[in-house]
């Protein structure tokens, strides 16, 4: 089994490329006020223009107004929107464009009713819950969270670096994995070392 790739938080051409050298298969570029690597319209359009063919750019949005999702979708190329917050079916498909849903797994959460009720996503991003925090906690979940049968790809994130992504591959079998803390030199700032790190362990743990 192959297991694809994303980092996540880009906010410099330069990392974008680095981690295109080391195999990743998308950025995310985040447009949320409140995170520390937030990525301006024009940085965003800039980086996506460096990305070569196949590598896909992927949008990171929280309880966003529409018209900043509309905004961005005129201003850069993306592929997919990724929605971080609790924002509702009818709100991800009323783009009509591919989307992801991240969900932040606690004990209690019905992932197999969220799949459900997220049938139109392509893919359903499992983060780990911190109360009042959308994501980038870098902390792992329990992943015995995760159901059998869950009808729709599963992306991986949640604490994940060089060390555990290996073991992580291997337990949950995810059809990709994503990742941004976990290869950062300062937050907002990729480290290629650690990218070039993690992209060997996601390899390695193929089969």
Known sequence: MVTRAKICGI???EDALAA????ANAIGLVFYEKSPRQV???????????????VAAVGLFVDAEM???HDVQQQV???????HGDESPDYCQAFDFPYIKALRVRPGLNLLQYAADFASARAL????????????????????LIPAGLPKPVILAGG?????????IRRVRPYAVDVSG??????????????????RGVLDAEV
């Open 182 to 199: 976990g290869v950062e030199r300062e937050k907002g700032i990729k480290d290629a070392a650690k990218i070039a790190a993690f992209m």
């Open 67 to 69: 018209d900043l999702v």
């Open 125 to 144: 991003l499992l983060d780990a819950y911190q109360e009042g925090v959308a994501g980038g906690t870098g902390r792992t979940f329990d992943w015995d």
């Open 20 to 23: 295109v050298a080391h195999g």
């Open 160 to 168: 994940l670096n060089a060390a555990n992504v290996g073991a992580a």
């Open 40 to 54: 301006s319209m024009s940085r965003a359009a800039e980086i996506v223009a460096s990305l070569p063919p196949f």
């Open 11 to 13: 906010t410099r051409v």
């Open 77 to 83: 190329r993306l592929d997919f929107l990724q929605f």
